[in-house]
Nanobody, 125 residues
């Protein structure tokens, strides 16, 4: 089992920045990559970004590419999502996820085996 705990959500004005963190514990050696997803009210959960633990390869959705940066600290088993130039449409609950499946990039919800509880990000206009 892998346990994931997100932090760093909050309220920010449009154009501002936030950094989300996701701490992984448990059988972290079984994790190949990490992902961030988000779910806005009334909408389906969608892929945001992914990163591999070993090489740090990253992949982003078109909607956040160029504004968000996904990084990892292997020594601490923590991943970070730096979100800049935030827009009201970025408002959602953000979920961290882990996968042991060696498929890259993994953008499907079903491709992730472990999930965090989510953290709320609200961007005001």
């Amino acid at each position: 089992q892998v346990q994931l705990v997100e932090s760093g959500g909050g309220l920010v004005q449009a154009g501002g920045s936030l950094r989300l963190a996701c701490a992984a514990s448990g059988r972290t050696f079984s994790s190949y990559a990490m992902g961030w997803f988000r779910q806005a009210p009334g909408k389906e959960r969608e892929f945001v970004a992914a990163i591999t633990w070993t090489l740090g390869d990253t992949y982003y959705s078109d909607s956040v590419n160029g504004r968000f940066t996904f990084s990892r600290d292997n020594s601490k088993n923590i991943v970070y999502l730096q979100m800049n130039s935030l827009k009201p449409e970025d408002t959602a609950i953000y979920y961290c996820a882990a996968t042991g499946t060696r498929t890259w990039p993994q953008t499907r919800i079903s491709g992730y085996q472990y999930w965090g509880q989510g953290t709320q990000v609200t961007v005001s206009s």
